[in-house]
């Protein structure tokens, strides 16, 4: 079948994210847009993938588990996990690595988590789109380690992305390669070119988004899907 995927949405715990952003209501909206699968990815934090998880099997919406990583080079890095434990482990591995920047929500905006009926359940203390101190390369180690998929973020965006932040895309192990225009401006290896929203407000959810070629929306039909797409 043919799925369509947006997996790149921030909720209500990235600074940078609306307030109203909570799992229900990102679900809400994509399961109205006809969306088939869905990830949220939330910088350098997987404390609002549990809700994600309840409310997906309440509205029978296929997910993945994401985190938006920022490392040591503050290159962006889309993380999926096919488990919400996989991805909430490697959230706390990342969350350490931050620097002890306290996030202040009067000047860069809130960072709650919540259940899955929008019930606030905490605030993460550190300033999340801080980069943490891991390399590149240890990070897709790190990753590699617990399956997960690794894919730079909007590889032709002129700040936080891989080329910006090296002057060159290094020819790592990815899985593809996400960039918000099309055609991609920067070299591809061979590798699947993927498009995301990333929204931070309702509305844009859904503004782009991928088709992949799966027998069933999840985690295990995009990796084939993605290792079949490589030229
Ligand atoms: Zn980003
Ligand atoms: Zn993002």
């Not at 960039?179 to 070119?193: D, E, H, K, R």
Request: aromatic share 6%; proline share 6%; glycine share 6%.
């Amino acid at each position: 079948m043919t799925v369509k995927a947006d997996l790149h949405i921030h909720s209500c715990l990235s600074p940078c994210g609306d307030l109203s952003m909570s799992p229900r209501a990102v679900v809400e909206r994509a399961v109205e847009l006809g969306l088939d699968l869905i990830a949220l990815s939330d910088h350098n934090c997987a404390l609002n993938l549990p809700a994600l998880e309840t409310v997906c099997r309440r509205q029978n919406l296929a997910c993945l588990f994401g985190i938006e990583a920022c490392t040591r080079e503050e290159a962006h890095i889309l993380l999926f996990f096919e488990t919400c434990a996989q991805a909430q482990e490697m959230g706390e591995f990342i969350y350490r690595l931050l620097p002890e920047i306290p996030n202040i929500p009067e000047v860069t905006g809130d960072q709650v988590w919540v259940d899955a009926d929008e019930l606030i359940l905490g605030e993460a203390e550190k300033l999340l789109i801080s980069g943490a101190d891991i390399s590149l390369e240890d990070l897709l180690r790190e990753v590699r380690r617990r399956g997960g998929l690794f894919i730079p973020a909007h590889i032709d965006r002129p700040v936080f992305s891989i080329p910006s932040q090296l002057g060159f895309l290094p020819n790592l192990d990815y899985d593809a390669l996400e960039s918000t225009v099309l055609p991609c401006p920067v070299p591809q290896y061979g590798l699947p070119v993927i498009q995301n929203s990333d929204a931070h407000y309702i509305e844009d959810i859904g503004k782009r988004w991928t088709a992949y070629e799966m027998e069933a929306p999840g985690f295990k039909g995009l990796k084939k899907a993605l290792r079949k797409g490589r030229a």
